[in-house]
């Protein structure tokens, strides 16, 4: 099972925080599918910054059952 | 205690103080902090509060890889960091950097760099709330919006 | 009180956070601190304690000057600025600069001149004590001490 | 009556903190000649520089009874 976080203005979008996917192993492109299956409205999805296991992680990357995906929209803190 | 780290994220007050002193150590003879309040009106809208989300636990890697990037560049320097979430008011602290360093250049140098990556880096939004209406900031829908956006305004 | 007081010289130990309170305004977004501490090396010699004499009635005119010059290039600025006299040891906060700014361009700018020219106009000298004795910095015995003086490498 | 200030290593040359003139008028320049006469020690008294009333001020101010001249030798604060 992976977990999938959102943030800010897409955990709004989304109404939701986080979803799973019971999968053994995917891919971050997958996963942004995926993702814009589950809500239609998270155009987001398709080009926010990712993040596996809390470090930034490009379309390429590999993810296993375990793992946690996060959506990073622009950030604005500071 | 996450007042003993030095590099965090709370939702309580921030005191600039503490974080001065866990930088301040016999071979510094600088220390340069910024200090993010919220401002009351940017390009002329008037705020009324803020609410800072973080995806914490990354936020306080990426901050404390702020730190380590800038103990790299100058291996004397010592860096703490810690940013506010949740709802800010007017006035509010939401960020405290402190950076010593042997030499007042470096601490400068130090603080604005951390200032500058915290705004490219650490995953930490903020909502303004104004009289009508409030809206995610940076959160834009377009794509270009990570390689258009010019400095942020934002806080500081 | 003189914690009220936006610029003064006090034998007392420095806190910033009063002068970081006293900047902090709702049209400012960015404060920026800059802190010297008594450095315990000072190329490869090492001290153990300082002392600062000021003439006070002038040198407090004179850090009033400072923040006005910088209020004056940049209207929406505010500074505070304290500096200690008398013995400090190691790592004792000799001199706390505050400036507010609605961003932080004009903060670190501010903070930076006001250090800058503190070493350059403000009638405060430092003594050095040694093992092997004691001096007063930059009372040199040659006219071209002026002239000649690169960057202050003193506690900051 | 005008009143000269020292400090620093002044201060501790001349061995005192002040002292004071009995004019009624006279310049910052001969005032430098007044202190390296009363104290010849003060080598610095020749180039320090010199503040009238607490303003930095140059050898041909004129300086009046009543008035406060202070020897600034280069500053060392911050």
Do not use: C
Request: aromatic share 8%.
């Amino acid at each position: 099972m992976i977990t999938i976080y959102f943030f800010a203005g897409m955990k709004e979008a989304a109404g939701t925080p986080q979803m799973t996917w019971e999968i053994e192993e995917t891919t971050v492109k997958n996963i942004r599918e995926k993702v814009k299956e589950t809500y239609p409205q998270l155009h987001q999805a398709e080009f926010a910054m990712t993040a596996v296991n809390e470090e930034f992680a490009g379309n390429d990357e590999t993810v296993r059952t375990g793992d946690t995906v996060a959506f990073i929209p622009p950030v604005s803190g500071g | 205690m996450e007042q003993k780290r030095n590099y965090y994220i709370t939702e309580k007050p921030l005191d600039p103080s503490p974080l001065i002193q866990q930088v301040i150590r016999p071979e510094a003879g600088a220390v340069n902090t910024f200090i993010g309040t919220v401002r009351e009106l940017t390009e002329g809208k008037r705020t009324l509060s803020l609410t800072y989300e973080a995806y914490k636990s990354m936020a306080e890697k990426k901050l404390e890889q702020i730190g380590r990037e800038i103990e790299a560049e100058n291996k004397d320097s010592r860096v703490a960091i810690a940013h506010r979430i949740g709802k800010l008011d007017i006035s509010d602290i939401a960020v405290v950097i402190a950076v010593s360093s042997p030499h007042r250049d470096a601490s400068y140098k130090g603080s604005r760099y951390a200032i500058e990556r915290i705004k490219e880096i650490v995953p930490i939004w903020k909502k303004e709330h104004w009289e009508d209406g409030s809206e995610w900031i940076g959160d834009q829908l377009e794509q270009t919006a990570y390689n258009e956006k010019g400095p942020e305004e934002g806080t500081s």
